[in-house]
């Protein structure tokens, strides 16, 4: 079992940054990749971002590409995801999953087993 929980949402003025956390419990985190995904107003959740249970392999949706960097620290059980250059576009709540792929590919929803509750973020032009 692994519980998620985002954090670091908040408003900022396109072209700003922020800072997304995803914080897990759970003794079998380390295991799972963590994938980040959006879902705007009258929107379905989107793939935004993804990483191999071991740090490595990450994988970035189009929209992101260049703008994202997803990290994470398996020994403090957190996954981040810098966002720069923020565009009014990327206005959404952010939520991070854990799952288990054995391709490195984390945009497939079905993969993930665990959901946090979402973070709030809104950019501002």
């Known amino acids: 079992q692994v519980q998620l929980v985002e954090s670091g949402g908040g408003s900022v003025q396109a072209g700003g940054s922020l800072r997304l956390s995803c914080a897990a419990s759970?003794?079998?985190?380390?295991?799972?990749?963590i994938g980040w995904f959006r879902q705007a107003p009258g929107k379905e959740r989107e793939f935004v971002a993804g990483?191999?249970?071991?740090?490595?392999?990450?994988e970035y949706a189009d929209s992101v590409k260049g703008r994202v960097t997803i990290s994470r620290d398996n020994a403090n059980h957190t996954v981040l995801l810098q966002m720069n250059n923020l565009i009014p576009e990327d206005t959404a709540v952010y939520y991070c999953?854990?799952?288990?792929?054995?391709?490195?590919?984390?945009?497939?929803?079905?993969?993930?087993?665990?959901w946090g509750q979402g973070t709030q973020v809104a950019v501002s032009s």
């Open positions: 990483i191999s249970w071991n740090g490595c392999n990450p």
């Open positions: 999953g854990a799952g288990i792929t054995g391709n490195n590919h984390y945009s497939d929803e079905a993969i993930y087993r665990y």
């Open positions: 759970g003794r079998t985190f380390s295991v799972y990749c």
